[in-house]
């Protein structure tokens, strides 16, 4: 369709055990991830109408990275 994605996960310092038998996410972790998402769905939702897909991603992309440098 040739829209730009990005594949992310908030889920840092953490072992890939997602759906194993022993699959856990340390609470600390869970809920820093879910003040990224706070930040970073407004970020990449409210791209102005009209725009063309590169300077919307160019634009998502700056907004994206000051805010999740915030959290770093």
């Known amino acids: 369709v040739g829209i730009p994605a990005l594949g992310f996960s908030p889920m840092n310092n953490t072992p890939v ?5 022993d699959e856990f996410l340390n609470e600390k972790v869970f809920l820093e991830g ?3 998402y706070q930040s970073l769905i407004p970020a990449v939702a409210n ?3 009209g725009k063309v897909a ?3 991603s ?3 992309s700056r ?3 000051s805010k999740l440098l915030q959290h770093i």
Request: charged share 20%; net charge neutral; proline share 5%.
């Open 17 to 21: 055990l997602l759906h194993d038998h």
């Open 34 to 36: 879910i003040k990224i």
């Open 47 to 49: 791209v102005p109408v």
């Open 54 to 56: 590169s300077e919307t």
């Open 58 to 60: 160019r634009l998502a």
């Open 63 to 65: 907004h994206f990275t």
